[in-house]
């Protein structure tokens, strides 16, 4: 079974420049979170999708954020302008339902300079 | 304010001991209790997962216990083995999937 799949693992860029992450969740999930883990705030939820909609915005940080799930197999977590303080390590996870197990990703890396 | 807190920080143990990792939340009104581990470079492995229902799961060497009155969680590892060297995170969920993270237990277990 292929686990939840993010791309890229490693993103470095300078600031400013647009980043698109990429998140495949477990076929069959029903829902799909992205998270943000810093050393100074730990894991945080950013937003989560249930069957494509988004449900709960209230962690992205900023406009600079924004996320989408066009289909039930792909989603996308996008930073424009970045600036150093993103930098981060993003997860996607996924799970089947309410009171699920969520599934973690590897998770990208991202260093803006 | 829902927080989750996890004690201690790091611990650092012999190879062969039993030991105990400890989580505490503020608000009791969870939906469910996860214990992730991560390791380091990579993403959360799914340990146990209890529902607010239930006192305690169980799998392999690991149970995980919960007492929702008193707002805790511990994770009890039975026969500690160097490949258990990893942070063991505490997520508790409060409702619709809202999960809040622990910052999480480095364990160290020395051969």
């Known amino acids: 079974d292929a686990g939840v799949i993010q791309s890229p693992r490693h993103e470095v860029t300078e600031m400013g420049q647009e980043v698109t992450l990429r998140c495949k969740p477990i076929?069959?999930?029903?829902?799909l979170f992205w998270y943000r883990q810093t050393m100074m705030r730990g894991l945080e939820l950013l937003i989560y999708?249930?069957?494509?909609?988004?449900?709960?915005d209230s962690g992205m940080p900023e406009d600079r954020f924004s996320a989408k799930m066009p289909n039930a197999s792909f989603s996308t977590l996008k930073i424009q302008p970045s600036e150093p303080r993103d930098s981060a390590v993003y997860f996607c996870?996924?799970?089947?339902?309410?009171?699920?197990?969520?599934?973690f990703g590897d998770g990208t890396r991202l260093s803006i300079l | 304010k829902q927080e989750v807190t996890q004690i201690p920080a790091a611990l650092s143990v012999p190879e062969g001991e039993n030991l105990v990792l400890n989580c505490s939340f503020t608000?009791?009104?969870?939906?469910?209790l996860q214990w992730f581990r991560q390791d380091p470079g990579k993403g959360l492995t799914s340990l146990l997962l209890i529902q607010s229902s239930q006192r305690e799961q169980t799998s392999g060497r690991l149970n995980a216990s919960l007492d929702k009155s008193s707002g805790r969680s511990t994770l009890y590892i039975a026969a500690s083995q160097p490949g258990d060297s990893a942070t063991y995170l505490c997520a508790v969920v409060y409702n619709n999937n809202d999960m809040r993270f622990g910052a999480g237990t480095r364990l160290t277990v020395k051969p």
């Open positions: 608000d009791s009104a969870i939906y469910n």
């Open positions: 076929s069959g999930h029903d829902y």
């Open positions: 996870a996924s799970n089947a339902g309410e009171g699920q197990p969520q599934h």
């Open positions: 999708f249930n069957n494509n909609v988004p449900i709960d």
